[in-house]
């Protein structure tokens, strides 16, 4: 299949980030990628999730957050990031092929998309590749409550091991926001979804986790 790629450029704030927008022919989905706090878009379990995806049908768009793009380590806050997502958003939906438009991200990507969607954003749906809900260690310290009141589907993807949102944590929370919030787990997964004993590179592991989310983006356009 082939899949066209663009670099571009866009403006947020008083600068501008990088991203890519790949899209296969006849694509009928968008799905807009952030990276996680540690990562750059360029990370491979990234580009290896978006590759499936396009593999898949689904058009992507990866990008970075300022700090990223400034080349610093400590992820912006969350004023910046959610602008940031704003603006990213804006402008794949003017595109005029780019149907409708998910918003995707890994823990902090995650969390910073669906507090965009809590302030307005629009987007056709929600998919987190590991749900930061609380610190490691401290269930008490929840980041739940913008969740409440999202109607629009959202798949919260978390692995068996992931200290973030151990089993049993994450599941009443999706129950109480209500039937359009699903979670699935990948058995064995760690936060990275890496699983103890199969030794997989970080490409890999990210394609595996396409399957998942094209299904339940599928269900939600039959639905």
């Known amino acids: 299949m082939q899949v066209d790629h663009l670099d571009l450029s866009i403006p947020v704030g008083e600068g501008n980030v990088s991203a890519v ?24 379990f ?18 970075n957050f300022p700090y990223r793009e400034a080349g610093k380590k400590f992820p912006d806050r969350a004023p910046v990031a959610v602008e940031t ?16 438009v998910w918003a995707c991200g890994k823990s902090f990507g995650g969390r910073m998309a669906s507090m965009a969607v809590a302030e307005g ?9 590991g749900y930061p809900l609380h610190p490691p260690g401290k269930p008490e310290k929840l980041r739940d409550e913008h969740l409440y009141g ?3 589907p959202m ?3 978390q692995g ?3 200290t973030f949102a151990l089993p049993g944590e994450l599941e009443p929370v999706a129950e109480r926001i209500g039937p359009n919030a699903r979670v699935e787990r990948i058995e064995g997964g760690n936060h ?22 094209l299904r339940f983006i599928r269900e939600g356009a039959k639905s």
Request: charge should be negative; charged fraction near 20%; aromatic fraction near 6%.
């Open 155 to 157: 798949l919260f993807l």
């Open 21 to 44: 927008l790949s899209r296969p022919e006849g694509a009928d989905v968008t799905v807009v990628v952030a990276h996680g706090a540690g990562t750059g878009m360029e990370h491979p």
């Open 46 to 63: 990234l580009t290896g999730f978006t590759g499936a995806l396009n593999d898949g049908g689904a058009a992507t768009l990866r990008f």
């Open 121 to 129: 954003m629009p987007a056709a749906g929600l998919v987190y590749l």
């Open 192 to 213: 990275s979804f890496e699983v103890r004993g199969q030794k997989r590179m970080p490409d890999v592991i990210g394609a595996g986790l396409a399957e998942p989310v």
């Open 150 to 152: 999202l109607a629009l």
């Open 160 to 162: 068996t091991r992931d």
């Open 85 to 100: 997502w704003k603006a990213v958003m804006a402008t794949v939906a003017e595109r005029d092929d780019a149907g409708p």
